[in-house]
């Protein structure tokens, strides 16, 4: 069975400081790994995902993750918050894609 | 341009009433999934369809059907058996079910509250 926890239901940063979201998975097949953002009352949108290949991805507005498989963990990073990035961001595996529970990001100026 | 629309976007629906939410896309994605989103607790399947005129039940999908007449359309009718209906529902589509997963493409939502 696929599951996914993410630490935190609220992270709050100061705007240009670091975004460190924590994502980590448990898995019984290699993980296809992704990372969603919803803005309110919006669907969601894909940031970036990891199947196969090089462990550090890049997404979109500046977010990347890393895919460390002895932690088994897929945390989102972005070097310098920005006001537009508040929003509620999910981690999922895939497979009828399981979701967390969702960590709302609060940017403080 | 391509995607998924959800309408309509806010519903008010009495209780004992039945409500359809439709979903269309037009990416010729295969699969297609309903989610119920809560605040807190995450988004939960209700069900999904890997193929027309075929579909599967999620983790929640009593009080909830569905139907796959078309590829493009997913439709999700809330019953009068779903206790607690009030939630904002996601509509979701992907290109391949069991080979390379590019993730899913989202509709916008419908919110949903019963009066």
């Known amino acids: 069975a696929q599951s996914v926890t993410q630490l935190g239901s609220h992270v709050s940063v100061s705007e240009g400081a670091l975004v460190l979201l924590r994502c980590n998975y448990s898995s019984s097949v290699p993980p296809y790994l992704f990372w969603y953002v919803q803005y309110p009352n919006q669907g969601l949108q894909l940031l970036l995902k990891?199947?196969?290949?090089?462990?550090l991805v890049k997404g979109i507005n500046g977010f990347e993750a890393e895919f460390k498989k002895s932690e088994t963990s897929f945390h989102l990073t972005k070097p310098s918050a920005h006001m537009s990035d508040a929003a509620e961001y999910f981690c999922?595996?895939?497979?009828?894609?399981?979701f967390g529970k969702g960590t709302r990001l609060h940017i403080l100026p | 341009d391509g995607g998924i629309t959800q309408s309509p976007k806010y519903l008010f629906r009495k209780e004992g009433q039945n409500v359809t939410l439709s979903c269309e896309q037009n990416?010729?994605?295969?699969?297609m999934y309903w989610y119920r989103q809560d605040p807190g607790q995450g988004l939960r399947l209700i069900y999904y369809s890997q193929i027309v005129n075929d579909f599967q039940k999620g983790d929640i999908a009593e009080g909830y059907s569905v139907s796959r007449e078309k590829k493009e359309s997913f439709p999700l009718t809330v019953t009068s058996a779903q206790k607690n209906p009030t939630a904002f529902y996601l509509c979701a589509s992907r290109a391949d079910a069991q080979g390379i997963d590019y993730g899913y493409t989202f509709g916008s939502g419908t919110r949903l509250t019963v009066v």
């Open positions: 990891y199947t196969t290949g090089a462990t």
């Open positions: 999922a595996v895939r497979d009828k894609i399981i």
């Open positions: 990416l010729n994605h295969d699969a």
